[in-house]
């Protein structure tokens, strides 16, 4: 089992910034890849960001330019750096990892318990 923890969230102005992080603890061989999806009220969950094993990050169309995603490998733990808030960007951001089984060797994808991020004057 991987246990994600975020921290981060809150309340933030437009064009103000959030830094939000999440760590992954528990039994695996590796943590494949990291990263983040939203789901606001009333919308289905979408991918914000993600960072690969080898280190390649990517963020959604509609966040690039203001959100960074990064991850330190050794501290199993994947960041996301928000910048430039919007209103829109109001939701729960949940941690999401694909991590590799010690014992069956499967792929497996586990989910933090989200963190509610805010854009409101």
Known sequence: QVRLVESGGGLAQPGGSLRLSCTASGSFLTIDAMGWYRQAPGKQR?????????GTTDVAASVKGRFTCSRDIAKNTVYLQMNRLKPEDTAVYYCNTEATDPFS??????????????VSS
């Open 46 to 54: 979408e991918l914000v960001a993600v960072a690969t094993i080898d």
């Open 105 to 118: 060797y499967e792929a497996r994808h586990y989910w933090g318990q989200g963190t509610q991020v805010t």
